[in-house]
């Protein structure tokens, strides 16, 4: 059972309009959650986390929004660059000793110029 | 600062054979975790290892196993090797808070 859930596998976006990349969690004892870029032959480099006591943190170009009782976060870039294709992964977290993470399976990104 | 290393870069094995991954955390690090990424598919978990000790392992069959070194450096080993294996192995690696996990760039493992 896939307790996070990235349902599109690929999304294409123009230069310079907004990047909306969704992701959806079914474990309610789940209380930080991070995304991930991936470039191809490299391995994932953080971007932006967010814990469940808030519902917006932005860094830069990034957005992470979360909506607790929905069960599901996003990641808006703005405004998109070709720089930024890449597979997006978003992962989440229980409190406690273990702080395991889940990752999602990825939504591949890409700007067109 | 170095960040998370892994060797080899690529592992060509045939069917049957035994494949040993190594990696390094960055320092300081105690955690290092080891996943799979098979082709179109994400990130499965395979094992976490802290303080030199299996804390836990993913929906993988015994074959797949491993250790982490007094310098926290850790190997996976996968024996019995299937075609099904052929993936990109990471490993990542997390300071004691274990908020966040580091990755190094893989190892491609192709399975003949």
């Known amino acids: 059972d896939q307790q996070v859930k990235q349902n599109s596998p690929s999304l294409s976006v123009q230069e310079g309009r907004i990047s909306?990349?969704?992701?959806?969690?079914?474990?309610?004892?789940?209380?930080?959650?991070?995304?991930?870029?991936?470039?191809?032959?490299?391995?994932?480099?953080?971007?932006?986390?967010?814990?469940?006591?808030?519902?917006?943190?932005?860094?830069?170009?990034?957005?992470?929004?979360?909506?607790?009782?929905?069960?599901?976060?996003?990641?808006?870039?703005?405004?998109?660059?070709?720089?930024?294709?890449?597979?997006?992964?978003?992962?989440?977290?229980?409190?406690g000793s273990a702080r395991q993470l889940t990752f999602g399976s990825g939504t591949q990104l890409t700007v067109l110029p | 600062e170095a960040g998370v290393t892994q060797s080899p870069t690529h592992l060509i094995k045939t069917r049957g054979q035994q494949a040993t991954l190594r990696c390094s955390p960055i320092s300081g690090h105690t955690s290092v975790y080891w996943y799979q990424q098979a082709l179109g598919l994400g990130l499965q978990f395979l094992l976490w290892y802290d303080e030199g000790e299996e804390r836990n392992r993913g929906n993988f069959p015994p074959r797949f196993s491993g250790r982490q070194f007094p310098n926290y450096s850790s190997e996976l080993n996968v024996n019995a090797l299937e075609l099904e294996d052929s993936a990109l192995y990471l490993c990542a690696s997390s300071s004691r808070d274990r908020k966040n996990e580091f990755f190094g760039p893989g190892t491609r493992l192709t399975v003949l």
């Open chain 1, 20 to 95: 909306i990349l969704n992701c959806d969690y079914t474990n309610s004892m789940f209380d930080y959650f991070l995304w991930y870029k991936k470039y191809p032959a490299e391995g994932p480099t953080f971007l932006i986390s967010i814990s469940s006591i808030k519902d917006k943190n932005e860094d830069g170009r990034f957005t992470v929004f979360l909506n607790k009782s929905a069960k599901h976060l996003s990641l808006h870039i703005v405004p998109s660059q070709p720089g930024d294709s890449a597979v997006y992964f978003c992962a989440a977290s229980e409190a």
